[in-house]
Nanobody, 126 residues
């Protein structure tokens, strides 16, 4: 059974850092992709960053230069290092997992993914 579990959220002041983890399991395919999304109150879910099994990464313009993806190939855990956090980064962060042809989509497009975790909350205070 495919599982996606996020962790690492918390509360920080503006300018601080957090590292989120997305642990994935229950699959064994050559082509997969994992992405981070966030959603704050009253707003639609927004793509943050994505990576595929070839290591190709894509980032939303709002986080370029501040957020960095990395992947542990041993266990398919995806990390999102978030530096210089801003209050507008506040939200529930979700991890999505997709396979095969789905990964032809953009890494920050939610339709690329069809397996989701429960989310982890990030709060950035000014």
């Amino acid at each position: 059974q495919v599982q996606v579990v996020e962790s690492g959220g918390g509360s920080v002041q503006a300018g601080g850092s957090l590292r989120l983890s997305c642990a994935t399991s229950g699959y064994n395919v050559a082509r997969y992709c994992i992405g981070w999304f966030r959603q704050s109150a009253g707003k639609e879910r927004e793509g943050v960053a994505g990576i595929d099994s070839n290591g190709f990464t894509q980032y939303a313009d709002s986080v370029k230069g501040r957020f960095t993806l990395s992947k542990d190939p041993a266990d398919n855990t995806l990390y999102l290092q978030m530096n210089n956090l801003k209050p507008e980064d506040t939200g529930m962060y979700y991890c999505g997992l997709g396979f095969g042809w789905r990964c032809n989509g953009h890494g920050t497009d939610s339709s690329t993914y069809n397996n989701w975790g429960q989310g982890t909350q990030v709060t950035v205070s000014s």
